[in-house]
């Protein structure tokens, strides 16, 4: 896989949440950005070399789906996985709709969230 498609992009409110994901993907052998909302995304000089994003479905000011309407109107087509307290059908539909790769439920078990990324990023090679 091409280093620079290694790149993976994280928009999440929550510190905590952001640090562990950033932490554990990094474990994995992938370069990370972590950031709080679109504005700090938008601002990563490394934004069109990214492999993919991964979204809070709620967050404050705007939505994980807010935010990937944003990026498509930049005409940042990112592939996305999009995290969620509660994977509900109306969520699904919208994430499908929304071109969305995945949507995780939080707590994240296992190997699925690297299982989605490398997919992914193998898929973008």
């Given at each position: 896989?091409?280093?620079?498609?290694k790149l993976v992009?994280?928009?999440?409110?929550?510190?905590?949440?952001?640090?562990?994901?950033?932490?554990?993907?990094?474990?994995?052998?992938?370069?990370?950005?972590?950031?709080?909302?679109?504005?700090?995304?938008?601002?990563?000089?490394?934004?069109?070399?990214?492999?993919?994003?991964?979204?809070?479905?709620?967050?404050?000011?705007?939505?994980?789906?807010?935010?990937?309407?944003?990026?498509?109107?930049?005409?940042?087509?990112?592939?996305?996985?999009?995290?969620?307290?509660?994977?509900?059908?109306?969520?699904?539909?919208?994430?499908?709709?929304?071109?969305?790769?995945?949507?995780?439920?939080?707590?994240?078990?296992?190997?699925?969230?690297?299982?989605?990324?490398?997919?992914?990023?193998?898929?973008?090679?």
């Amino acid at each position: 896989m091409d280093d620079r498609r290694k790149l993976v992009l994280i928009v999440e409110d929550d510190q905590a949440v952001r640090d562990a994901l950033q932490f554990a993907l990094r474990l994995e052998g992938l370069c990370v950005h972590v950031h709080s909302g679109v504005a700090a995304l938008l601002a990563d000089p490394d934004l069109s070399r990214a492999g993919c994003v991964i979204v809070e479905d709620r967050m404050p000011r705007m939505d994980g789906f807010g935010l990937l309407r944003h990026l498509r109107s930049h005409h940042i087509d990112l592939p996305a996985i999009m995290l969620t307290n509660h994977a509900t059908a109306k969520i699904q539909a919208r994430a499908g709709a929304a071109g969305v790769h995945a949507v995780l439920e939080k707590p994240l078990l296992g190997n699925i969230l690297v299982d989605n990324i490398r997919s992914i990023l193998n898929a973008a090679v």
